[in-house]
């Protein structure tokens, strides 16, 4: 138990209390309890919004903790963002039941449609919540577990890595547009109505899963958090900086980087799977490699290897978006390139980064500043 | 010309009897021929009917436009003498010509014309009527349209006929369709024998009409009767189907093939200029594909030149000028991109990859700004347009064969300029050590830039020629960037040899197993293979050895 506390400083976990705390109450109370005409009140749809870049945030997270940590770029992670979501789609298209368009009970719409006559085998089971939950952790697992295995053990690494992942999620998207598939092709999976019984459209029920998202969001912390100070931890950091000094020092990298993988893997479907309900659609452009490299540059922004910096970079980015979409569409792309080549040429440690150079100089005469540091960085990883 | 020549002897006897004149024989066919015309102009159907089969025993090709003018209702009777005359609408009056001669007979109006009235009868006799004149037209494609049509009324009587222009023609084409029609025909005979020797003179067209012309002979009848009764005769026909179908198998198999190469050298053109930059300066260019598409708006931006300011005569040079026109437009753009931002982040190459993807959103917008985001249509020059057709059934388009060659070209012009110049020494002096190439006094920022460039221009060709065979639109680049990836990593890095065979056999593997697997199943299956591949040979099939593999 005192190993769980020592994860982080004390003003550490003051921080993660109050920011976490705050997330969790006032949201809920400001939509809740306070009158619709008081401008306090928080509208019904910002709820939504806050917690599908609450899912972003777990995603960016989960991405953090291979990239900032083990230093392995995967730009797949949304195939697992999106199969997690898939597992939680499938299970509310079956509790659509008799409520589809074709009111056949056996069958989503979608197959109705295309006049297929059962169900297929890979659907079987999804009617249970638990067992749906369990492919949500199990269907990325397995296949991260896998993929990693193969990439891992013969060496793969840097920019190799990033392309095969890449790769694997264009296939993934490929695939998923079919409608031999049996997930609703280009459609995807949609018109959803309740999940455990509460309707999705119910504003406490939207209430409900901000607050799941908030919670998962914070186990995601505290997992990464404890991962990142354990010993494997400090192997997975010495790997992103040295891999083979590390590998001849006599550590397993793949098996390191496998675990790291895998479990960054896992928390990306579990946000997927929150996701899903929450926006009420899961389709293939999930899979679009734009969408992946995306998360690496919330997590460049925030700053990398951090994990707060990634929760950071996700709600600024995905707020940023939301404003310039709805003000200014045609502006939007520039400001993301442009933030995709100032955050890698002007601040390679992101907001973070740049936050506590501020206060170490602010602190002490200026001993290294962060550029020479990050050309030592870089140097290491070159050698 | 024994069908012609025949009849004309058949006329002399006649002209001998009747006038015992010593005439010469096609004076005597003159005068039938004539006769014949002017039978056409009797007021009877049946007489006209009559006058056609005679015109088509006679088999001269003079009584061409007096047929056609009669199906066409352009034959009329002078009512002053009842003279039969070719009338085409004329400025006031018609004017009238002779059905046979064509020569000039003056002018007169509507009201002193009575037209020659055809049925549906007739002018389908007249149809068949043609069909037999024409088949000795020296027009070759005349010649297999009245093919065809002989082949449509399955007449026994122009059998000999047909057999007969089939030992003189000598348009591969024509032959064929003279030899389907022909043995259709026979086919239909009484006698075995006939439909036999039919079979044999098919032999050597082996095609698919043959094959749904033959294919009934050899099933059974739902009794368990052979629609065929003779046994040999099934055995030749069912020996003939198995011979068409596996000429087919190779077609088909040839085709596929020559598709994959044509994707392979799309890929190859997409992929040279990224293997180019990645192997020299270990960079992963992800606005490598907006370099295409700069180059494909630059072709556009040049056809719209061409189309305004030059003529019409040298609108097919277009494309000519658009290759050095989108080699510096992308690749000052690249040298600009290298001097501007790249070059700060050598060492870091993730985070190369990450601002060259944000520059690729950049280009993106900028491009869907100027000129909008609907698709932009680049046309084929006529020289481009069209296809050839080795063997018939096997049609390969001007514009895959264009882009099989430039591509082959631009992977040559690519190796010389490696191979002999001093730049392409400094290039691969880089490539191999970089610190110890910079001790000996080589320029190696300067050669990056210029590497930067050149593979850039090179994706701006690439783009003229994808503007050729697709869309212009500002997304271009993003559908060709993942498999310039695959095509790089499974080739290796920095190898021309491995650009060349990756690309090539990600072409060929996916065209081959399209047909089985369906489009996008096939590039899945290929991407698995891919990453499969990846796990024996992480460096590609051509890998660096020595010290530059460890760099």
Same mark, same amino acid.
């Given at each position: 138990?005192?190993?769980?506390?020592?994860?982080?400083?004390?003003?550490?976990?003051?921080?993660?209390?109050?920011?976490?705390?705050?997330?969790?109450?006032?949201?809920?109370?400001?939509? $809740? /309890?306070?009158?619709?005409?008081?401008?306090?009140? $928080?509208?019904?749809?910002?709820?939504?919004?806050? #917690?599908?870049?609450?899912?972003?945030?777990?995603?960016?997270?989960?991405?953090?903790?291979?990239?900032?940590?083990?230093?392995?770029?995967?730009?797949?992670?949304?195939?697992?963002?999106?199969?997690?979501?898939?597992?939680?789609? /499938?299970?509310?298209?079956?509790?659509?039941?008799?409520?589809?368009?074709?009111?056949?009970?056996?069958?989503?719409?979608?197959?109705?449609?295309?006049?297929?006559?059962?169900?297929?085998?890979?659907?079987?089971?999804?009617?249970?919540?638990?067992?749906? /939950?369990? /492919?949500?952790?199990?269907?990325?697992?397995?296949?991260?577990?896998?993929?990693?295995?193969?990439?891992?053990?013969?060496?793969?690494?840097?920019?190799?890595?990033?392309?095969?992942?890449?790769?694997?999620?264009?296939?993934?998207?490929?695939?998923?547009?079919?409608?031999?598939?049996?997930?609703?092709?280009?459609? #995807?999976?949609?018109?959803?109505?309740?999940?455990?019984?509460?309707?999705?459209?119910?504003?406490?029920? @939207?209430?409900?899963?901000?607050?799941?998202?908030?919670?998962?969001?914070?186990?995601?912390?505290?997992?990464?958090?404890?991962?990142?100070?354990?010993?494997?931890?400090?192997?997975?950091?010495?790997?992103?900086?040295?891999?083979?000094?590390?590998?001849?020092?006599?550590?397993?990298?793949?098996?390191?980087?496998?675990?790291?993988?895998?479990?960054?893997?896992?928390?990306?479907?579990?946000?997927?799977?929150?996701?899903?309900?929450?926006?009420?659609?899961?389709?293939?452009?999930?899979?679009?490699?734009?969408?992946?490299?995306?998360?690496?540059?919330?997590?460049?922004?925030?700053? @990398?290897?951090?994990?707060?910096?990634?929760?950071?970079?996700?709600?600024?980015?995905?707020?940023?978006?939301?404003?310039?979409?709805?003000?200014?569409?045609?502006?939007?792309?520039?400001?993301?390139?442009?933030?995709?080549?100032?955050?890698?040429?002007?601040?390679?440690?992101?907001?973070?980064?740049?936050?506590?150079?501020?206060?170490?100089?602010?602190?002490?005469?200026?001993?290294?500043?962060?550029?020479?540091?990050?050309?030592?960085?870089?140097?290491?990883?070159?050698? | 010309?024994?069908?012609?020549?025949?009849?004309?002897?058949?006329? =002399?006897?006649?002209?001998?009897?009747?006038?015992?004149?010593?005439?010469?024989?096609?004076?005597?066919?003159?005068?039938?021929?004539?006769?014949?015309?002017?039978?056409? +102009?009797?007021?009877?159907?049946?007489?006209?009917?009559?006058?056609?089969?005679?015109?088509?025993?006679?088999?001269?090709?003079?009584?061409?436009?007096? &047929?056609?003018?009669?199906?066409?209702?352009?034959?009329? &009777?002078?009512?002053?003498?009842?003279?039969?005359?070719?009338?085409?609408?004329?400025?006031?009056?018609?004017?009238?010509?002779?059905?046979?001669?064509?020569?000039?007979?003056?002018?007169?109006?509507?009201?002193?014309?009575?037209?020659?009235?055809?049925?549906?009868?007739?002018?389908?006799?007249?149809?068949?009527?043609?069909?037999?004149?024409?088949?000795?037209?020296?027009?070759?494609?005349?010649?297999?349209?009245?093919?065809?049509?002989?082949?449509?009324?399955?007449?026994?009587?122009?059998?000999?006929?047909?057999?007969?222009?089939?030992?003189?023609?000598?348009?591969?084409?024509?032959?064929?369709?003279?030899?389907?029609?022909?043995?259709?025909?026979?086919?239909?005979?009484?006698?075995?024998?006939?439909?036999?020797?039919?079979?044999?003179?098919?032999?050597?067209?082996?095609?698919?009409?043959?094959?749904?012309?033959?294919?009934?002979?050899?099933?059974?009848?739902?009794?368990?009767?052979?629609?065929?009764?003779?046994?040999?005769?099934?055995?030749?026909?069912?020996? =003939?189907?198995?011979?068409?179908?596996?000429?087919?198998?190779?077609?088909?198999?040839? &085709?596929?093939?020559?598709?994959?190469?044509?994707?392979?050298? *799309?890929?190859?053109?997409?992929?040279?200029?990224?293997?180019?930059?990645?192997?020299?300066? +270990? *960079?992963?260019?992800?606005?490598? +594909?907006?370099?295409?598409?700069?180059?494909?708006?630059?072709?556009?931006?040049?056809?719209?030149?061409?189309?305004?300011?030059?003529?019409?005569?040298?609108?097919?040079?277009? &494309?000519?000028?658009?290759?050095?026109?989108?080699?510096?437009?992308?690749?000052?753009?690249?040298?600009?991109?290298?001097?501007?931002?790249?070059?700060?982040?050598?060492?870091?190459?993730?985070?190369?990859?990450?601002?060259?993807?944000?520059?690729?959103?950049?280009?993106?917008?900028?491009?869907?700004?100027?000129?909008?985001?609907?698709?932009?249509?680049?046309?084929?020059?006529?020289?481009?347009?069209?296809?050839?057709?080795?063997?018939?059934?096997?049609?390969?388009?001007?514009?895959?064969?264009?882009?099989?060659?430039?591509?082959?070209?631009?992977?040559?012009?690519?190796? !010389?300029?490696?191979?002999?110049?001093?730049?392409?020494?400094?290039?691969?002096? *880089?490539?191999?050590?970089?610190?110890?190439?910079?001790?000996?006094?080589?320029?190696?920022?300067?050669?990056?830039?210029?590497?930067?460039?050149?593979?850039?221009?090179?994706? +701006?060709?690439?783009?003229?020629?994808?503007?050729?065979?697709?869309?212009?639109?500002?997304?271009?680049?993003?559908?060709?960037?993942?498999?310039?990836?695959?095509?790089?990593?499974?080739?290796?890095?920095?190898? =021309?040899?491995?650009?060349?065979?990756?690309?090539?056999?990600?072409?060929?593997?996916?065209?081959?197993?399209?047909?089985?697997?369906?489009?996008? !199943?096939?590039?899945?299956?290929?991407?698995?293979?891919?990453?499969?591949?990846?796990?024996?040979?992480?460096?590609?099939?051509?890998?660096?050895?020595?010290?530059?593999?460890?760099?």
């Amino acid at each position: 138990m005192t190993r769980l506390f020592r994860i982080q400083s004390k003003a550490g976990w003051a921080a993660f209390v109050v920011i976490f705390g705050i997330a969790l109450v006032a949201v809920p109370w400001l939509n $809740l /309890m306070i009158p619709v005409d008081s401008p306090y009140h $928080l509208p019904d749809y910002m709820v939504s919004l806050l #917690g599908k870049y609450l899912c972003y945030a777990l995603l960016a997270l989960s991405l953090d903790l291979v990239w900032g940590y083990a230093g392995a770029l995967s730009l797949g992670h949304g195939a697992f963002f999106a199969l997690g979501g898939y597992c939680m789609g /499938m299970h509310l298209m079956r509790q659509i039941g008799t409520r589809g368009v074709y009111g056949n009970a056996d069958l989503p719409d979608f197959m109705v449609f295309l006049n297929w006559k059962e169900l297929p085998w890979y659907w079987f089971g999804f009617d249970h919540f638990a067992f749906a /939950m369990v /492919m949500v952790v199990l269907v990325p697992g397995v296949l991260a577990f896998v993929f990693g295995w193969f990439a891992f053990r013969s060496r793969i690494t840097g920019v190799y890595f990033s392309i095969i992942t890449q790769a694997m999620l264009f296939a993934f998207m490929l695939a998923f547009f079919r409608n031999e598939m049996g997930f609703g092709g280009n459609n #995807g999976l949609t018109d959803f109505k309740d999940l455990l019984g509460y309707d999705l459209h119910d504003q406490s029920t @939207r209430v409900g899963l901000y607050v799941a998202s908030v919670v998962l969001l914070a186990c995601g912390f505290l997992i990464g958090r404890f991962i990142s100070s354990s010993k494997l931890g400090r192997v997975l950091v010495a790997i992103r900086d040295a891999e083979s000094r590390v590998r001849f020092l006599g550590y397993s990298v793949t098996n390191a980087k496998l675990f790291a993988f895998t479990i960054s893997a896992v928390l990306a479907g579990l946000a997927g799977a929150l996701y899903v309900p929450q926006v009420g659609i899961i389709n293939p452009s999930e899979f679009s490699p734009a969408n992946s490299i995306e998360v690496a540059v919330w997590v460049a922004v925030g700053g @990398r290897g951090t994990l707060f910096g990634a929760i950071l970079g996700a709600f600024a980015i995905n707020g940023a978006k939301s404003y310039f979409t709805g003000a200014a569409p045609e502006i939007w792309l520039f400001f993301l390139g442009a933030l995709f080549i100032g955050v890698t040429l002007l601040m390679p440690k992101g907001i973070l980064g740049l936050a506590s150079g501020l206060a170490a100089r602010l602190k002490r005469p200026p001993a290294a500043t962060p550029q020479q540091e990050t050309a030592l960085v870089a140097g290491r990883e070159h050698a | 010309m024994l069908h012609r020549s025949l009849p004309c002897f058949l006329a =002399l006897f006649a002209a001998l009897a009747f006038l015992g004149l010593a005439a010469p024989a096609c004076a005597a066919s003159d005068a039938d021929l004539a006769a014949a015309v002017a039978k056409l +102009g009797e007021p009877g159907f049946s007489e006209k009917l009559e006058a056609i089969e005679t015109l088509a025993t006679l088999g001269d090709t003079r009584a061409v436009p007096a &047929l056609q003018a009669l199906t066409d209702g352009n034959l009329y &009777l002078r009512d002053a003498d009842n003279l039969l005359v070719v009338a085409t609408e004329g400025d006031p009056d018609y004017r009238l010509s002779d059905p046979l001669t064509g020569a000039a007979l003056g002018s007169a109006g509507f009201a002193e014309l009575s037209r020659v009235i055809a049925n549906n009868r007739l002018r389908s006799a007249i149809h068949t009527a043609l069909a037999k004149l024409q088949i000795g037209d020296p027009d070759p494609t005349r010649r297999l349209a009245a093919a065809q049509e002989i082949a449509r009324d399955n007449a026994p009587e122009t059998a000999a006929l047909l057999s007969e222009v089939l030992e003189h023609e000598t348009n591969a084409g024509v032959r064929a369709a003279i030899a389907i029609s022909l043995a259709k025909i026979n086919l239909s005979s009484e006698l075995p024998a006939e439909r036999l020797a039919a079979l044999k003179k098919l032999s050597d067209t082996l095609t698919l009409e043959v094959r749904t012309l033959l294919a009934p002979l050899t099933s059974a009848n739902s009794d368990g009767s052979f629609a065929e009764p003779d046994p040999t005769v099934r055995k030749e026909a069912s020996l =003939l189907v198995s011979r068409i179908d596996r000429r087919l198998v190779l077609q088909d198999l040839a &085709l596929n093939l020559f598709q994959g190469i044509s994707l392979g050298s *799309v890929l190859l053109l997409a992929a040279v200029g990224l293997a180019i930059t990645f192997g020299v300066m +270990g *960079v992963i260019n992800m606005a490598h +594909g907006e370099m295409i598409m700069l180059g494909a708006y630059t072709a556009f931006c040049v056809q719209e030149a061409f189309r305004m300011w030059l003529p019409e005569s040298v609108f097919g040079l277009y &494309l000519i000028v658009s290759i050095p026109a989108a080699f510096v437009v992308a690749g000052l753009v690249g040298i600009a991109l290298e001097r501007g931002i790249i070059r700060f982040l050598y060492g870091r190459p993730l985070e190369t990859l990450l601002a060259t993807w944000g520059i690729s959103l950049i280009l993106q917008q900028v491009v869907r700004s100027v000129f909008g985001a609907p698709n932009r249509e680049v046309s084929n020059p006529a020289w481009m347009t069209g296809a050839f057709e080795p063997l018939p059934g096997m049609v390969l388009t001007w514009n895959r064969i264009s882009i099989i060659l430039f591509a082959l070209a631009v992977l040559v012009a690519i190796g !010389l300029l490696m191979r002999f110049t001093s730049y392409g020494l400094q290039m691969r002096a *880089v490539t191999q050590n970089r610190p110890m190439a910079a001790a000996m006094g080589i320029p190696s920022g300067w050669v990056d830039a210029l590497t930067f460039g050149l593979g850039s221009g090179i994706a +701006g060709v690439a783009g003229v020629a994808l503007s050729q065979v697709g869309n212009v639109s500002p997304n271009l680049g993003q559908t060709y960037i993942v498999d310039s990836f695959m095509v790089v990593v499974f080739g290796g890095v920095g190898s =021309l040899w491995g650009v060349l065979a990756g690309a090539m056999s990600l072409g060929i593997v996916n065209k081959i197993l399209e047909p089985y697997a369906g489009a996008m !199943l096939g590039k899945i299956l290929v991407l698995v293979l891919l990453i499969l591949f990846i796990q024996k040979r992480p460096r590609g099939l051509f890998a660096l050895r020595g010290r530059a593999a460890e760099a």
